[in-house]
């Protein structure tokens, strides 16, 4: 599309949608890792393990049948979670090493 072609309705429609989505998401991440900081803190506090390793099994296989249940791949499902918890941990091992 060219400076001077008027945008498509329908395609700024979906677009403001996805932008909508995509703030949601990241508000939604912010929140998540400001609890698990507050996790890591607890951690670090009473000498608990960085990471939990049957949890994070026992998340992945829920999230994953969440993923199928609302039609999403649950491989891209598990590696989404999977990031996230990897990002978690070095955030609890940090605090762990900072105590």
């Known amino acids: 599309m060219t400076q001077n072609t008027p945008a498509d309705p329908v395609l700024a429609g979906f677009r403001a949608s996805i932008d909508n989505i995509d703030a949601a998401l990241i508000h939604m991440l912010a ?16 000498d608990l393990p960085a ?32 990031f996230i918890i990897d990002e978690v941990i070095r955030h609890h091992e940090r605090a762990k090493n900072e105590a």
């Open 51 to 82: 990471s939990d390793p049957g949890r994070e099994d026992r998340q992945i296989q829920r999230l994953r049948k969440l993923a199928e249940e609302a039609n999403l791949d649950p491989d891209f499902g598990e590696k989404f979670i999977r």
């Open 31 to 46: 929140e998540r890792f400001r609890i698990t900081q507050a996790v890591g803190a607890y951690k670090a506090q009473n």
